[in-house]
């Protein structure tokens, strides 16, 4: 009996060209997540069947790349100025074949300026920044991967204060959280322990159990480390 891949092809239509082209999606049976990071980076049991490297869509004819969070909506003087700043100097490129983290990263540097040009969501642009320091943290590139962490930290607070992730999957208590965690994994001590306080006092008017639990763990691990300080 032939084996069945943990790849198969997507069919998308391009947003911007209506260019018709595949990409490569892994299936979910073939998934299996062992852990999270205090980042939500997911640890997967096989390393190389990883989705996070396919969630960016490339067009090879015209170079719009975009993920499912972009949202659908194009008007015309947004479609212009993506076809004078991408598609006029696009050099056709593939990226539907099997991925390696290099091209992973490509793809999603490819959809950051196109969410830019585009003006999407700041809470969509901290989601593509973060996962490029999820790839560079993988390939152990630690300049790189703290660079797209404050990148990602900067979009979350901007959505946050500016309320631009209303009507998207994350809650204000997960950006409130991505904030302080991002924050701390960058060394801002002070900004970290200013968002993590926020999260806990959302406590009595969120159903978001876990990541209460994950702020009140961090505060703990803080103040453990602030006596120690103070001891020594």
Not at 10 to 19: D, Q, W, Y
Not at 65 to 85: A, G, R, Y
Not at 136 to 163: I, W
Request: net charge positive; charged share 30%.
């Amino acid at each position: 009996m032939e084996s069945i891949s943990p790849l198969f092809d997507r069919t998308i239509s391009c947003p911007l060209c209506k260019t018709t082209y595949k990409t490569k999606k892994i299936r979910s049976r073939f998934v299996k997540i062992e852990k999270h990071e205090s980042d939500f980076r997911p640890i997967y049991s096989d390393p190389s069947i990883n989705p996070t490297y396919y969630n960016v869509h490339v067009c090879s004819s015209c170079g719009y790349s975009h993920t499912d969070e972009f949202s659908k909506h194009m008007v015309p003087v947004i479609k212009s100025e993506l076809e004078q700043k991408i598609s006029a100097h696009w050099q056709k490129q593939y990226f539907g074949e099997e991925r390696s983290t290099q091209d992973a990263i490509r793809a999603y540097k490819l959809a950051i300026i196109n969410a830019t040009i585009k003006r999407e969501k700041k809470v969509t642009l901290a989601g593509l920044f973060l996962r490029v320091a999820w790839l560079y943290r993988e390939l152990n590139q630690e300049e790189e991967e703290q660079r797209f962490l404050k990148l990602s930290a900067s979009c979350y607070e901007e959505s946050y204060l500016n309320d631009d992730f209303s009507g998207t999957q994350m809650s204000d208590v997960k950006v409130l959280y991505m904030i302080a965690e991002l924050s701390r994994r960058c060394g801002n001590e002070t900004k970290a322990v200013k968002y993590l306080s926020k999260v806990i006092e959302k406590q009595n008017t969120t159903t978001d159990r876990k990541i209460i639990d994950m702020a009140k763990e961090q505060w703990y691990e803080y103040r453990e480390n602030r006596k120690k300080e103070q001891a020594n």
